[in-house]
């Protein structure tokens, strides 16, 4: 048995009798990689850049799940509408309608699933809206004529920092937003239910907060190759 089979197998045992599921994070690792974890029994991964990710897919199974987690620019979104499972990266009104767009053109039979990107970290360098932002967008005449995807909950990254107490608390901000949407514009939407939070360093004080989806990379597949 591999390293990265044992590493799913360990992830799988630790959110066993939780609603957490594992998003294994595969940016930078080749496809060699990704096919141990997929004989392990893994479906579920994530790529932070659309070239990357469409590399990969031609290579792969086509019954993966794969879930955008990086930045994505509008000019992107129709590279990938075709057959993206989840863009988990929504951090604006205009992204978001571009990828209704697209998705129709392909008249998808299922909607895209999108999970508004919100800025939770104390740092520049992280993308995601304010809770203001993201109440405009539901609110908005736009998102209301929107049938070619599907809001699917909210996905935030942390500091990067050992301050538990600080992870903690951002952690809990992003909860609290998923639960404010949920009462205000969600309530009767059993889809609206996903909090992406936590990564290889973080995963288990995310899961104790209410994380729905945890990012593993390094967790899973040891260092990123920085040369890719």
Known sequence: MSAIADNIRFFDEKLRDTPCRLVAVSKTHPPEMIMEAYNAGHRIFGENKVQELLE????????????????????????IAQFIDTIQSVDSLKLLIEINKRAEQFNRTLPVNCMLQFDIADEETKYGMTYEEAIALLQSEEYRNMHFIRITGVMG????????????????????????LKETFFIANDDFKEISMGMTSDWELALAEGSTFIRVGSGIFGARNYNK
């Open 56 to 79: 990969k897919r031609d290579l792969l199974p086509h019954d993966i799940a794969w879930h955008l987690i990086g930045h994505l620019q509008t000019n992107k979104v129709k590279q």
């Open 157 to 180: 990254i942390a500091t990067n920092t050992d301050d538990q107490d600080k992870l903690r608390g951002e952690f809990r901000t992003l909860r609290g937003y998923f639960e404010k």
